[in-house]
Nanobody
């Protein structure tokens, strides 16, 4: 079992940056693939970024490639999402998710993940 708690959301202007954190508690954090998803108001939840258990492999959605960066600190049970050059289209609730087994860049669907956080709001204003 893993409990995930996101933090770091807030309001920024276009072009600004934010760093989201996801704190995990429970067992075997370092054996879980971790991802970030987001859900804008009135839209479906979408994949943003993922990272393998050891942090070697990462994968990003096209919309954030080159602007966002995911990393993890297994010694502290933390996953981060550094978001740069933010645009209003990045406004959403951001969720941290964990998958209990295996790394694959194809794991971009909600159903692929076993554990979810409660989300943190990111708002980007013009």
């Amino acid at each position: 079992q893993l409990k995930l708690v996101e933090s770091g959301g807030g309001s920024v202007q276009v072009g600004g940056s934010l760093r989201l954190s996801c704190a995990a508690s429970g067992s075997s954090f370092n054996s879980h693939m971790m991802s970030w998803f987001r859900q804008a108001q009135g839209k479906e939840r979408e994949f943003v970024a993922s990272i393998s258990w050891g942090g070697i492999n990462t994968h990003y959605s096209r919309s954030v490639t080159g602007r966002f960066s995911i990393r993890r600190d297994n010694s502290r049970n933390l996953v981060y999402l550094q978001m740069n050059l933010l645009t209003p289209e990045d406004t959403a609730v951001y969720f941290c998710a964990a998958r209990a087994s295996g790394w694959s860049s194809a794991r971009t669907y909600e159903a692929d993940y076993n554990y979810w956080g409660q989300g943190t709001q990111v708002t980007v204003s013009p």
